[in-house]
């Protein structure tokens, strides 16, 4: 066999292991969710340990250096499809990734983040600063041990982004939240001055579980949902688990008294879960049977979640379908009441609760953070406070808790750095390609007609399609001409919430 053709077996050869590998941990992920006994639980952090070597294995093997050395030749990877190009840069990636780190320092680094999560979690509820220090001082060291094993140009953060955001470094991020700063603080500030208050009461009425959960198993299927390659689950914290795209599992929590909650939430996930399905078939064998991780996937949410599902357009059609399954809460309720009550500024301290526009001021305040605490400008005993100064300055109150300041997320407890930034890149990914989208459907008019699917074909044709086979940077710039940055969802947000507090 010529070395071409064996190379390029030996590719889709690890390509459906590593496949298989994926499957598995979205299997075990969610039975670990859903079914998992209590005495069972160190045994399954076992199990997982052993199949996260097991795949670091695969990617190290000399099979896969082998192959990766053959196509880090120009002219032999132009003679491989762009989805086979795509495996090679995905896999020398994680070869990457695995390389440089020796293994005590990836044991310790488990060990650290497992401890100081533990502790996060006592911490908060004690609300105690002091004791949490020396562990995320400690997750903060170690990041930045991995970071020098990886190397890096211009800032520190950039040798993270490279595997969370490929294509995506600090300076693009800057000028990103340059204009967020820039424009949705005197945004929000323009809200709080005008003092006008949206009634959202009704909202927190009691609404029967069961009409709740038929109203959103029927919105998915609207949505273009395949029940018959996903499921749905109830959980704490919802999330999407995409095994394959013949296998994703949506999950949602449902509360008698918070009535958008579960709604968005469907819409949310309902978003990743579209995405995961309608990957190319062709895709299924390989890791990027389902879409791309970090801010596409979020974009995917967000755009169902935000722009569709919060749009004045979609709840034209579907408000009348709530009512009747609601009638003694909402009769006295119209659409138009219903779309300004779940767009409602609510300037919530918890960046998991926040509207749409104070959200991304969240995740500004915490991308600057990180930023200063890898340059080593700020030091972990004064997070509360500049916490806390930030947080007044952005959102114009201060936090009068840890657990409503600095403790509420888990992400850098269980050493998560350099992730944050993910979610509001997918809410200007979306923006973006809603911009994109418009320019060649009347979305509004689909919406009023609750032609949703017709969304979704473009969706699919556009963007789903191609699963996680190019990196963001590339297939946004590819849906919508350019690559990212913050103007359509800062145009978005800024006509939004001027006609909605009439500023
Ligand atoms: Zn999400």
């Known amino acids: 066999m010529q070395a ?169 991020l800057d000028t990103i939240f340059t204009q967020i700063r820039d424009r949705v603080v005197p945004l929000v500030q323009a809200i709080h001055e005008r003092g006008a208050s949206i009634d959202d009461s009704f909202l927190h009425e009691r609404y029967d579980i069961a009409r709740q959960r038929t109203f959103c198993t029927d919105l998915l299927r609207r949505m273009g949902f395949d029940f018959n390659r996903g499921l749905e689950g109830d959980t704490e914290h919802p999330y999407t688990n995409g095994v394959n795209l013949l296998d994703v599992r949506v999950t949602n929590h449902f509360y008698e008294d918070n009535l958008a909650s579960a709604i968005l939430t469907e819409l949310h996930e309902g978003g990743h879960g579209l995405y995961e399905q309608y990957a190319d078939p062709s895709l299924l064998d390989t890791p990027f049977g389902c879409g791309m991780d970090g801010g596409l996937h979020e974009g995917s949410s967000t755009l169902w979640e935000n722009s569709i599902g919060q749009s004045r357009a979609f709840w034209k059609a579907n408000f009348p379908l709530l009512q009747k399954l609601f009638p003694s809460q909402l009769g006295a309720v119209d659409a138009e009441g219903f779309y300004r009550a779940i767009n409602k500024l609510n300037g919530s301290l918890i960046r998991i609760h926040a509207d749409e526009a104070t959200y991304n001021l969240h995740v500004l305040l915490r991308y600057e953070m990180e930023k200063e605490l890898f340059s080593g400008n700020l030091q972990v005993a004064d997070l509360p406070e500049v916490w806390n100064q930030k947080t007044e300055a952005y959102l114009g109150r201060r936090p009068q808790s840890l657990a409503e300041g600095v403790l509420q997320d888990v992400h850098w407890a269980g050493g998560m750095y350099g992730y944050f930034q993910s979610y509001t890149l997918g809410k200007a990914y979306h923006a973006q390609i809603m911009d994109a989208m418009r320019k060649q459907l009347d979305v509004d008019s689909l919406l009023e007609q609750n032609r949703l699917t017709d969304l979704l074909d473009w969706l699919k044709e556009h963007w789903y399609r191609y699963g996680c086979t190019t990196d963001p940077k590339t297939l946004l710039t590819e849906i919508t001409g350019r690559p990212v940055d913050a103007s359509c969802l800062c145009d978005y947000l800024e006509q939004k919430y001027t006609d909605l507090y009439q500023l």
């Open 4 to 172: 071409f053709e064996q190379q390029k077996t030996s590719l889709y050869r690890l390509a459906s292991i590593l496949a298989k590998h994926r499957e598995l941990d979205g299997i075990v992920y969610y039975d670990t969710d859903q079914h998992l006994p209590a005495a069972a639980v160190e045994r399954r952090g076992e199990l997982c340990g052993f199949l996260a070597s097991q795949r670091q294995q695969v990617i190290l093997s000399n099979e896969m250096k082998e192959l990766l050395d053959y196509f880090s030749d120009a002219e032999a990877c132009a003679r491989l499809t762009r989805a086979e190009q795509g495996m090679v840069q995905h896999f020398a990636r994680d070869r990457r990734y695995y390389d440089a780190l020796p293994l005590e320092l990836t044991a310790e680094i488990a060990a650290a983040n497992a401890a100081s999560q533990a502790k996060w979690k006592e911490c908060k509820y004690n609300e105690n600063f002091t004791e949490f220090t020396p562990y995320l001082a400690r997750t903060i060291d170690l990041t930045r041990q991995m970071i020098d094993c990886w190397g890096y140009e211009g800032h520190p953060l950039n040798a993270l982004l490279q595997f969370s955001e490929p294509g995506v470094d600090v300076a693009m």
